[in-house]
């Protein structure tokens, strides 16, 4: 168990994740996210399905209440662990996401308890993703891409597909086009960039991007 029982939480917490990004889950996604083979991603689904931490119909993946509750502490420690490393120690969010990525799997309980307490009970990461168990209340939210030239916009929240992009969140942070940032979408070009001004200065977001990034209008 001590060998493979941090496999199976990379697993739940990356199906918890698909699924929250409004993705359907099928073995090819799960590959993509974690870098990994589809005969070892379906190795380990056909293992989860065992232990009863997934069912599976027609292809699509689901965690069963055991799974849900595995992502969900493993989810909630990531990102505990996260708002830690940004706000506490200044770290930037590339490295915070990775170095999370670790501490997620060792945090004990009286850890994560005491990680709450110093933060003042955070509700979101430092990207805007909800913290299991902290009581969150999901704002009414749109994406940045349809947004409409001239309106002001309040980001909300980066999903974690755009955290598993390379290059992504160092541009957003360095952008500031984080959470809580204010800005103006000043134009739309045919091929689905946007450009928005931050702090009075312009940034070119692209279509992937703006599709993905949700915003309070």
């Not at 209340?137 to 409409?148: N, Y």
């Not at 030239?149 to 597909?161: K, L």
Request: glycine share 6%; aromatic share 6%; charged share 25%.
């Amino acid at each position: 168990m001590a060998e493979w029982h941090p496999a199976v939480e990379e697993y739940c917490e990356t199906i918890f994740e698909l699924s929250e990004d409004d993705i359907t889950v099928v073995q090819a996604r799960i590959a993509e996210r974690l870098s990994v083979s589809r005969p070892s991603v379906s190795e380990m689904i056909k293992r989860l399905e065992s232990e009863q931490y997934v069912e599976i119909n027609s292809h699509v993946i689901r965690l069963t209440a055991k799974g849900v509750a595995l992502a969900e502490t493993v989810v909630r420690r990531h990102r505990l662990a996260e708002r830690f490393l940004t706000d506490m120690l200044g770290l930037s969010w590339a490295y915070a996401h990775k170095e999370a990525g670790k501490w997620e799997h060792v945090i004990s309980e009286p850890v994560e308890e005491a990680l709450a307490r110093v933060l003042g009970d955070p509700t979101t990461c430092p990207h805007g993703n909800p913290i299991p168990g902290s009581g969150y209340e999901a704002p009414d939210v749109s994406p940045l891409a349809e947004v409409t030239v001239g309106s002001n916009f309040r980001v909300t929240r980066i999903p974690e597909e755009l955290e598993f992009s390379p290059g992504l969140l160092d541009f957003l942070e360095e952008s500031n086009l984080v959470p809580g940032s204010t800005g103006v979408v000043t134009a739309a070009s045919p091929d689905g960039t946007l450009t928005v001004e931050v702090n009075g200065r312009s940034v070119g977001v692209g279509p992937f991007a703006s599709e993905r990034i949700l915003v309070t209008v």
